[in-house]
Each structure stands twice: as structure tokens, then as C-alpha cells.
């Protein structure tokens, strides 16, 4: 068999290992009992997948290896059991997205079916995490011109946070430290730097978190007055939402019609859900535990360039700073993967030398400020 060919089965059953831990994941961790089963669903047709790719590698010939999810996996496996399926969903519907349309071009049988399959996946879990895959709840609320939507990817937010604070502050130390100051002078700088860094992300998090709080609960206020003033209006527009969703015209309406004889709350919690895509319930979550948050994540990833200038002085701290810096640095690309997909090391080198260069910039000017004031 060809080398080539055998790669591609290695890559192939790896692939589909991987979404179905992924999927068994989010099935586990799903609280929602519809969407959990979608997710053991989908969990299932990845492993009917792999079971084709291994029953290929057996009648080439080749060992079928122990099935074991690739790193990535397990670390967003990971984070779904820890903070939720929704904290990694975007990045899962990304990567599916990508994988959509793997199989097109290979020439096995069974390739045109699980094309189809992942393409099917790849629309679905655009609908679950609120992307536009046709016509949406939110974008028939748009249409109405008094609503408005938004969303986020919380593991990219955290990625991107640590990886503010550990660029800012190493810049600020070596700037500092490019000046001839003393190590305790850049310690000092670092810290006030990295106080200030956070304390300014986690203001600017609790602000956008409590005005979109506010923005929710103010939608929210205007569908109750819309549903007490008008509500075959709001049944009309139910009706819609679902019909957008793949259902007839008849069962949309007849599915509407059993909502809205149910009682108010129940109603209104619906209609939110639905037609704005927010729950009710969190209104987008806790403004305090975003700040929080933003501000651990900052912190987390200033303390990296700081801590050499606490024990070391002179050349040694700054050589030993760049060192961890690059080390953690590093560390950020290779979690960008996680969404991205890209080659762990390129990802990794790639954040080493944009985060190394900026450093080193800002020593130059530190240096050249440093001996023009000296001068």
C-alpha cells in the first residue's frame, strides 16, 4: 500500500477518535438533556466512522494502534468537563467547519456518505452555537430593528488574555531594564505595570459584561410588553423562527400555538431563548466573575517577565526574564491551536519571535533613553 495512503488513514480514523471524545464530552457535560443526546448522537457517528477507517486499515494489512484522543483534544475535553460545553463550542464548531469537507477528494466508497455526515455536523453545531446557519432566532429579532445580539468565544478570551499581559509587561520590564535601572526598580515597574494592566482589563470586562446585562434585560422587558400588547404577533414570529429551523410551516405554527398557551413565564423564557438568544437565567453571566477573571488571566500571564527581577539583577535577570517569557510565550501559541488548528510548533515559534521582537525593540528605546538622560 502506498505511504501516502496509509497516512491518510491514520489521519482519518485520528480525526474521527477525536470528535467523538470531543462529543462524548459535551454530551456528558451538557445539563439540557435535548442537546445532550444530540451530542451522543454525533459522538456515535464519529465512532462508526472510525470503526470504517480501522476495518480499511485491517484489510491493507496495517496494525490498527490503541485509540488514544490526540493532546488537543484532551485539553478541550478538559476544559468542557471544567467550565462547560459552551466554553469550547465555538472553537469545536470552528474546527469542524474546517473539517467539513475533508473527505471530498478521497476516492473510498464510504467517503461520499461520511462527507455528508461531516458537513451535517458542521451545520448543526453552527445552529447550536449561534452562528448564522440560515435563518437564525437573532436575525429575525434584527429584522425586527429592536433587538441586538452578541456572543463570544470564552477559551480565545482566555487565551488572548494571558497572552496580553505576558507581551505588555515584558515589554514594559525590558523597556524599564534597557534604561539601566536597577532590577528592583524593574520589579517595581513590572508590578505596577501588571496591577495596572489587569485592574484596567478587569474594568473594561465588568463594563461590557454588566451594559450587556443591562442590554438583555431591557430586550427582555420590550418581548414582555410585545407579548402582553400583541401576542399573536409574538406567536407569528415563533412560528418563523421555527420554520427556519427546518420544521413545516404547519407543525412551526401548531409547535408556536402550544407555547403560547402556556403560562407567561414559561412563554417569555422561550421567547427569549428563541428569538433572542439569551438565557434569561445568566443574562450573559456574573460582570464580577468576568472582571475577575480578566484581571487573574492579565496577572497570570504578566508575573512570567516580573519573578527574574525579584531574585536576580543586572544581566542575568533580563536574560532569565526573556528566557521564561519565551518559554511561556511558547506555551500561549501551542493553546491557540486549540482553535486554530495549526502545527503546535509553528503556532508556539511563531508567538516566541513576535513576543521576543517586541521585547527587544523596547529595551533599543529603553537603552537609547537610558543614556540620553544619563548624557
Not at 475535553?77 to 467539513?100: C, H, M, W, Y
Not at 429579532?141 to 452578541?150: F, I, P, Q, S, V
Not at 454588566?210 to 420590550?222: G, H, P, T, V, W
Not at 519571535?353 to 548624557?375: D, E, P, R, W
Request: glycine content about 10%.
Amino acid at each position: 500500500m502506498d505511504k501516502k495512503d496509509i497516512s491518510r488513514y491514520l489521519a482519518n480514523w485520528q480525526k474521527e477518535i477525536d470528535g467523538a471524545a470531543l462529543y462524548t464530552a459535551l454530551a456528558e457535560t451538557e445539563k439540557n438533556p435535548q442537546l445532550s443526546e444530540v451530542y451522543r448522537r454525533l459522538a456515535q457517528s464519529e465512532e462508526k466512522h472510525a470503526a470504517a477507517w480501522e476495518t480499511r486499515m485491517t484489510e491493507a494489512g496495517m496494525p490498527v494502534p490503541p485509540r488514544r484522543p490526540s493532546w488537543r483534544t484532551r485539553i478541550l475535553r478538559g476544559l468542557a468537563k471544567r467550565f462547560g460545553p459552551g466554553f469550547v463550542l465555538p472553537t469545536i464548531t470552528s474546527n469542524e467547519q474546517a473539517d467539513s469537507r475533508a473527505y471530498d477528494n478521497q476516492p473510498e466508497a464510504e467517503t461520499g456518505r461520511m462527507s455528508a455526515d461531516e458537513r451535517s455536523h458542521a451545520r448543526l453545531l453552527v445552529m447550536l452555537s449561534g452562528g448564522q446557519g440560515g435563518l437564525s432566532g437573532g436575525s429575525v429579532a434584527k429584522m425586527e430593528g429592536r433587538h441586538k445580539t452578541g456572543g463570544g468565544n470564552a477559551l480565545r478570551a482566555a487565551v488572548l488574555g494571558a497572552n496580553d499581559g505576558l507581551v505588555s509587561i515584558l515589554s514594559l520590564t525590558m523597556g524599564v531594564a534597557g534604561a539601566n535601572l536597577s532590577s528592583h526598580y524593574v520589579f517595581i515597574t513590572g508590578i505596577a505595570g501588571l496591577l495596572a494592566g489587569a485592574g484596567s482589563m478587569a474594568l473594561g470586562e465588568w463594563l461590557s459584561v454588566q451594559s450587556s446585562r443591562e442590554l438583555y434585560a431591557n430586550q427582555i422587558k420590550i418581548e414582555k410588553e410585545e407579548l402582553e400588547n400583541n401576542p399573536a404577533e409574538e406567536a407569528a414570529e415563533l412560528a418563523l423562527i421555527y420554520q427556519a429551523k427546518g420544521l413545516s410551516e404547519a407543525r412551526a405554527r401548531e409547535l408556536s400555538a402550544a407555547i403560547m398557551n402556556t403560562g407567561q413565564d414559561a412563554i417569555l423564557d422561550t421567547l427569549a431563548r428563541e428569538e433572542l438568544g439569551i438565557d434569561p437565567q445568566e443574562l450573559g453571566g456574573s460582570a464580577y466573575v468576568a472582571a475577575l477573571t480578566s484581571f487573574f488571566l492579565f496577572a497570570l500571564g504578566a508575573i512570567f517577565p516580573i519573578l527574574p527581577f525579584a531574585f536576580l539583577t543586572g544581566n542575568v535577570a533580563i536574560y532569565t526574564s526573556m528566557a521564561v517569557s519565551a518559554v511561556a510565550l511558547f506555551v500561549v501559541g501551542a493553546a491557540i491551536t486549540l482553535m486554530t488548528g495549526r502545527n503546535v510548533f509553528y503556532s508556539g515559534f511563531r508567538q516566541v519571535i513576535i513576543g521576543l521582537v517586541a521585547a527587544i525593540l523596547t529595551y533599543g528605546v529603553g537603552k537609547l533613553i537610558g543614556v540620553s538622560v544619563m548624557g
